[in-house]
């Protein structure tokens, strides 16, 4: 059998505020209550599991490749929201895309303060990112 992620628990101040702008923005299922949790399905099987925490939050970054066609999709809520986004993951390049290994990307911050990324393409094998 070969290994593959399951879940993975997203510490929020506000599970139901996150879990819901993710649900919203990416267009994904409605979060499922799984006591103490609100689990976000996504297309592969995997969960995100909300939960709120007992400490202070640490970003963590999160990473969703998506189609071409539902970037067009999300980026417009992003902008049409008025989020704060960048086409780098340093802030450098703020209020547009990249066009990194032919596809695009973007980076913006979800309620809780995680590092959130779109893109329509893969990292290359290394996992640099490109700045292109």
Do not use: C
């Amino acid at each position: 059998m070969t290994v593959s992620l399951d879940h993975t628990i997203v510490l929020a101040h506000d599970k139901q505020r996150s879990a819901q702008f993710l649900t919203a923005l990416l267009d994904l299922p409605d979060p499922i209550p799984a006591d103490p949790f609100l689990a976000v399905p996504l297309g592969n099987g995997v969960t995100l599991d909300f939960a709120d925490p007992p400490v202070e939050v640490q970003p963590q970054h999160y990473a969703f490749r998506v189609s071409t066609e539902q970037f067009d999709v999300i980026y417009g809520r992003i902008v049409a929201q008025g989020l704060e986004h960048w086409a780098d993951p340093h802030q450098s390049r703020p209020g547009t895309f990249n066009r990194n290994h032919g596809g695009r990307g973007v980076y913006f911050h979800d309620p809780a303060g995680h590092h959130l990324e779109v893109l329509t393409r893969p990292d290359d094998a290394a996992g640099v990112v490109s700045e292109s």
